[in-house]
Structures are given as C-alpha cells and as structure tokens.
Antibody, heavy 120, light 109 residues
C-alpha cells in the first residue's frame, strides 16, 4: 500500500524558514516524479513544485519561485520542501503527491498533508 | 500560471446527471490533452478521478466521465449518488507546470 506521510509544518513568523518532509513507502520511490500541492484554509488546490525521479528536472510555480526549494533523497525514500522568507499567504496544508504512471502532471496518491501557518 | 475557471457550485438530485465545466486558455487546456479531475471530500486528500481528459484510473466508477472542447473541459457525473457530494477540481498541464481550477462544490440534494 502506497503511503505518503508529511511532517515539518507548524506555526512560524513571517520571514522565517521551514523544511517540510515526506516519507514515502509502498512503491519504488525512485521510479516516480513527486510534487508538492498546497491548499489554503477553505480554498482550492495550488500546485507548488515538482521534481523528476532523478532530480534532473525541477519546476516551481511562479508564486514560490526563488523562495521554495524542492529536493529528494531516493536512498531515504523522502521528498523535501525548503520554504524560505515565509509570507502570510503561504499559510496552507501542504500535500506530498506521487505522479501517476510516469505522467508528471497527474497525481494518484496524496498524503494527509502538513499544515503551515504563517503569522506574527 | 492563472487558475482555471470553474463554477463555484453545482447541484443535482440522486439519479440525475450533472456537468461541471472548467475553462482555461490556449496555454493550457486548449493546447494539451493533459486534463484531470479530482474529487475531495471534507477533511480528506483529493482523489484522482479522470486523467488525459477522458480516462479513468482503476476503481473509479464509469459514472464519472470527462470531455474537452477548445479551451473548456467538462466532468459529467451520471446517476448521482449521495457519496458524490464533494468538491471537484480540474487540472491541466501548462508547459512544465500544473494549474488547478478554483473548485466546484457539488451538492447532491
């Protein structure tokens, strides 16, 4: 059974940094691209960033470019998201997702999310 | 990377059919057939319902179907059931990135 378990969220002040982690199991992690998708409270989904299986291609949403860094450690079956210069508008539930069938743009498994709250 | 446009709400009675639209641009839906739909129940993670405009992953009932015309994609839910009461999000590939719609709250009356 595929499992994605996010961690690292919390309450942080604007301007600070945070590192989110996602522990993956139940599938061959280094066969798939992985993504982060976020959802602000009561709002819709927003794609944040994606990384190919070998980290050879990394893409970010314009809204986070320059502040967010996605990475992965295939030896540890783990995905990460480094978030710097946090803004109030980054407050959201951050989901770790797995691509569906080598597609890049479809996500067939999602974690339960880790909540990031940015407030002074 | 502008969000796709969905109606905020839709509704139908059990057994009826309802169609939810998703309007993009020539930079996303209009150019690529990489359109997907997700269902999200309150407090739960989204679930992939439709991919590549019309295809269903294993386990998704054939009551859910997708289509596309020009810059607009659509999701049709036939034979509505109470468990279909949820939020629905469309998504499209857009030149390396992915863009979602704002979501549609489907109420089964």
């Amino acid at each position: 059974e595929v499992q994605l378990v996010e961690s690292g969220g919390g309450l942080v002040q604007p301007g600070r940094s945070l590192r989110l982690s996602c522990a993956a199991s139940g599938f061959t992690f280094d066969d798939y691209a992985m993504h982060w998708v976020r959802q602000a409270p009561g709002k819709g989904l927003e794609w944040v960033s994606g990384i190919t299986w070998n980290s050879g291609n990394i893409v970010y949403a314009d809204s986070v470019k320059g502040r967010f860094t996605i990475s992965r450690d295939n030896a540890k079956n783990s995905l990460y998201l480094q978030i710097n210069s946090l803004r109030v508008e980054d407050t959201a539930l951050y989901y770790c997702t797995k691509e569906y069938s080598s597609s890049w743009y479809y996500f067939d498994h999602w974690g339960q999310g880790t909540l990031v709250t940015v407030s002074s | 990377q502008s969000a796709l446009t969905q109606p905020p709400s839709a509704s139908g009675s059990p057994g009826q059919s309802v169609t939810i639209s998703c309007t993009g641009t020539s930079s996303d839906i209009g150019t690529y057939n990489h359109v997907s739909w997700y269902q999200q129940h309150p407090g739960k993670a989204p679930k992939l319902l439709i991919y590549e405009v019309t295809k269903r992953p294993p386990g998704v009932p054939d009551r859910f179907s997708g289509s596309k015309s020009g810059n607009t994609a659509s999701l049709t839910v036939s034979g509505l059931r109470t468990e279909d009461d949820a939020h629905y999000y469309c998504s499209s590939y857009a030149a390396s990135s992915v863009v979602f719609g704002g979501g549609t709250r489907l109420t089964v009356l």
